[in-house]
């Protein structure tokens, strides 16, 4: 790292007083690329930059950048950390292995919050799972296909009976997602829909991972389809 070029970096973004969007994208990639000792040097120069900068600009205006860089840096190194630890990952085929089996365990193993977002749920077993998980406290919020809520042998409305909050989409595209968080810890997701079928019969997969990275982008996900699929008889 060259010293003199972060200097650089972080006086322009000072220049105006705040941290703009294209400067925080320019640092975020330039922070990216240090190392846990370069972290370090650059949070001591964002310091010694701002305490220079307060004998000319408002307090405020320097303190409010060296706040936004600093979380920037935190939050970059932060990522960069769990990006490189070694990730957990499980890859189950149908019918072959136990799947419906491995979710039951995952489903038992959830200790505060379970998102289910599945297409279609006829898998008894799994659906008595949940209303388990439901009853010892777990919070679980599911998201399905309006249409196939209403198959025969859904479990939907078994899950609403045990008061568990389940939403659809109410339109002719199909809800066709298969993938559930666990505690924000790890997401479940495949071609493997929640039925007997799929476990006894079809060639189907799915993975459970802890990666962070994959499992913020699900998560975002499903938070995106419990507003869009809110109101009356979601």
Not at 115 to 132: K, N, Y
Request: aromatic share 6%.
């Amino acid at each position: 790292m060259d010293a003199a070029a972060l200097d650089d970096h972080l006086r322009r973004s000072l220049d105006d007083g705040s941290l703009s969007r294209a400067e925080r994208s320019a640092l975020g990639a330039w922070f990216d690329t240090l190392t846990p000792e370069q972290v370090a040097l650059a949070r001591s120069r964002v310091f010694a930059i701002a305490s220079a900068a307060l004998a000319e600009r408002a307090a405020a205006d320097v303190l409010g950048w060296c706040e936004a860089v600093t979380s920037l840096l935190g939050a970059r190194a932060l990522d960069r950390l769990q990006r490189e630890r070694t990730v957990r990952q499980e890859a189950w085929f149908s019918p072959d292995d136990d799947c419906p089996g491995r979710i039951r365990e995952r489903i038992a193993a959830a200790k505060q919050k379970l998102d289910v977002c599945v297409f279609t749920l006829t898998d008894d077993s799994i659906g008595q799972e949940l209303v388990a998980a439901a009853r010892r406290g777990v919070l679980i919020r599911v998201v399905t296909d309006d249409e196939k809520a209403h198959d025969l042998g859904s479990d939907i409305a078994m899950l609403r009976q045990a008061g568990i909050p389940v939403r659809t989409d109410r339109s002719a595209p199909h809800m066709h997602h298969k993938f559930a968080l666990f505690d924000d810890a790890l997401v479940l997701t495949g071609s493997y829909n929640w039925t007997r079928s799929a476990g006894r019969d079809n060639q189907e997969n799915f993975v459970i991972s802890d990666d962070p990275v994959l499992v913020r982008r699900f998560a975002a996900q499903f938070e995106r389809l419990w507003r869009a699929f809110g109101g009356p008889e979601g």
